[in-house]
């Protein structure tokens, strides 16, 4: 069975602190690994997807890295508006595998 | 133009009652997704439907009727509601194994 566990469950950062989120994952067969970002109240939106180890992808002050056990997403500088849950997810490659979601990461960033 | 739409946004009811959730989405993709989303952030697959053809079924009560008109739209019946079914429903889609997109949640308190 397709497994996520993130870590930390929760992290809080002053503005301007790097930090690194993990995401631990064992699927039979990696299809795609996904980041999303949840606000309160609202869906989660998709940020990233990672297809095999050694990738790598960015967007603004976030950066994806991805290898065959775990991914992480790197915040460098964050500010408060960086404050969500970060939610990692996998599919695997079998069938019509959906996406398994881990608990998330619930970051805030104070000024 | 909102690409996921679920409605309604919030639905407060009382054990026993019967309620449904609709979700629309103008993206023309061909499969759908209900995921349930628990007090603790943990996202869950329910059910998965390609081109309105029932896909993913995951060990879900016989309480809970997914029904897809056509592959625009994927409602959600709920029979005989309990105290736990109180989650947050978030309907989502995407086109197969490409990344989701999700409606903005529908959060159901029964009391």
């Known amino acids: 069975e397709d497994q996520v566990t993130q870590s930390p469950e929760a992290l809080r950062l002053q503005e301007g602190e790097s930090s690194s989120l993990n995401c631990s994952y064992t699927v039979s067969g990696l299809r795609g690994l996904f980041w999303y970002r949840q606000d309160p109240g609202k869906g989660p939106e998709f940020l990233f997807t990672?297809?095999?180890a050694g990738e790598e992808k960015e967007k603004e002050r976030l950066k994806a890295t991805l290898t065959k056990k775990e991914s992480f997403l790197h915040i460098t500088a964050p500010k408060p508006e960086d404050s969500a849950t970060y939610l990692c997810?996998?599919?695997?490659?079998?069938?019509?595998?959906?996406?398994?979601f881990g608990k998330g990461t619930r970051l805030s960033v104070i000024a | 133009d909102t690409a996921v739409s679920q409605t309604p946004k919030y639905l407060v009811t009382q054990m026993g009652n019967d309620k449904s959730i609709k979700c629309e989405q103008n993206?023309?993709?061909?499969?759908m997704y209900w995921y349930k989303q628990d007090s603790k952030k943990f996202l869950k697959i329910m059910f998965s439907y390609n081109n309105k053809e029932l896909i993913i079924n995951e060990t879900v009560p016989n309480r809970f009727s997914p029904k897809s008109p056509d592959k625009a739209h994927l409602n959600l019946h709920i029979n005989s509601l309990e105290l736990g079914d109180s989650a947050v429903y978030f309907c989502a889609s995407n086109r197969m194994s490409e990344k989701l997109f999700f409606g903005s949640g529908t959060q159901l308190s029964v009391l």
């Open positions: 993206l023309g993709h061909d499969t």
């Open positions: 997810a996998v599919q695997g490659l079998s069938g019509n595998t959906p996406l398994v």
């Open positions: 990672l297809y095999s």
